[in-house]
């Protein structure tokens, strides 16, 4: 079955500085999305980024780049360049199967404290 | 273009009652979700609509109903409220199709049931 585990509950980090959330996950199935959601303290959902499992290359989106280790079955995200607003929960998902509906499977999160 | 929208933001239910959550998008989406979030939790799937008149269950259906009439409504409904559905509920909707279909999150309904 699908399992997403993020073993960090809560990080910390100094600003300006890059910190790393741990994602790794379970499927049997060779074709599955994984996404990165922030969750600031006001509770909206925002997507951040995208990783497919046949993407050769890591995924990036501005500050933010994913660290895909397929054989080892991790989607770490790496924030450059911290900012005080990026305090917030992070949720790691998954999705099996790369077309139709995309039903997620979302990790317990880690909250990043982001420290001046 | 509202995106996806939710309501009530806040509701208090007692023990029985029940409910209907309201959740619309304005982006012409094929699919429709909904989730619950507990407290130390990711989100689960509770019911999801892949169009009009098609619905199926998550991982966590017991004690909630949904209906897809049109492209753009997908209600949740709670038949009979109870403490453990306190929780705060998304809906989220996205296109059909293939790769990076994220999912557009509604603000969220935080339910609590006494």
């Known amino acids: 079955a699908q399992k997403i585990t993020q073993t960090q509950p809560g990080m910390f980090v100094q600003e300006k500085e890059a910190v790393t959330l741990d994602c790794t996950y379970d499927?049997?199935?060779?074709?599955?999305?994984l996404f990165w959601y922030k969750q600031p303290s006001s509770g909206e959902m925002i997507f951040l980024i995208y990783?497919?499992?046949?993407?050769?290359q890591n995924a990036t989106e501005g500050r933010y780049s994913l660290n895909f280790q397929k054989a080892r079955k991790s989607a770490n995200l790496v924030i450059s360049a911290s900012q005080l607003g990026d305090s917030a929960m992070y949720f790691c998902?998954?999705?099996?199967?790369?077309?139709?509906?995309?039903?997620?499977?979302f990790g317990a999160g880690t909250r990043l404290a982001v420290h001046p | 273009n509202a995106g996806v929208t939710q309501t009530p933001k806040f509701q208090v239910l007692k023990t029985g009652q029940s409910m209907t959550l309201q959740c619309a998008q304005d982006?012409?989406?094929?699919?429709m979700s909904w989730y619950r979030q507990d407290p130390g939790m990711g989100l689960r799937l509770i019911h999801y609509s892949v169009g009009a008149g098609i619905t199926d269950q998550g991982e966590v259906p017991n004690g909630y109903n949904v209906s897809r009439s049109t492209t753009e409504d997908f209600p949740l409904r709670l038949l009979s409220a109870a403490p453990s559905q306190t929780s705060v509920y998304f809906c989220a909707s996205s296109p059909a199709g293939q790769g990076a279909d994220e999912q557009y999150f509604g603000p969220g309904t935080r339910l609590t049931v006494t």
């Open positions: 990783q497919g499992s046949y993407d050769e």
């Open positions: 998902a998954m999705r099996e199967g790369l077309g139709g509906y995309n039903k997620l499977i």
């Open positions: 499927t049997s199935d060779q074709s599955y999305g």
């Open positions: 982006m012409n989406h094929e699919y």
